[in-house]
């Protein structure tokens, strides 16, 4: 993979650590976050918006896909797996099978994953789970790593 350097780095400098930062707290990036818990979607969306990231909030899947069919195209999507009218692994299926976003990266959260682990996610978390590892993942797959 060739590294871009901003002009007026050196690689590896604080300075191309700085601009790789800033790069990876776009504030464009945003962040679909489909949980039922009203009180959690809301700590969540706003602990991700102190860290530069857009953020869109859904119930469920089915709020989830009216989002995206409506044009919303987010970076990353946090996805719960219990919720009413349409659960997680419901919505993950019919992500997946729609050409214009079964590319959109997925980060699962849930409290019952060991019940039956998704599989077409790139990264699962159990409720409860540490901020700062799903602050890294988000950064990571912001960044397209």
């Known amino acids: 993979m060739i590294e871009e350097v901003q002009p007026g780095t050196r ?3 604080a300075e191309e650590t700085n601009v790789q ?7 464009r990036a945003s962040v679909l976050v489909v949980e039922d818990e009203h009180e ?3 700590l969540i969306a706003r602990w991700l918006e102190t860290r530069s990231y857009r953020v869109v909030e859904a119930a469920d899947g089915h709020d989830a896909v009216e989002l995206l069919q409506a ?3 987010p970076d990353v999507i946090l996805l719960d797996l219990t919720m009413p009218r349409m659960d997680g692994r419901a919505f993950l299926d019919w992500l997946r099978s729609q050409p214009e976003h079964r590319h959109r990266p997925v980060i699962v959260a849930s409290a019952y994953l060991e019940d039956e682990p998704p599989l ?4 699962t ?3 409860p ?4 590892l799903l602050e890294r993942e988000l950064a990571r797959l912001v960044a397209g790593d």
């Open 11 to 13: 690689p590896g400098s």
């Open 21 to 27: 930062d800033e790069r990876r707290l776009d504030p």
């Open 40 to 42: 959690l979607r809301e």
């Open 71 to 73: 044009g919303l195209e």
């Open 120 to 123: 077409d996610a790139e990264r």
């Open 125 to 127: 978390f159990s409720k």
């Open 129 to 132: 789970f540490r901020p700062d």
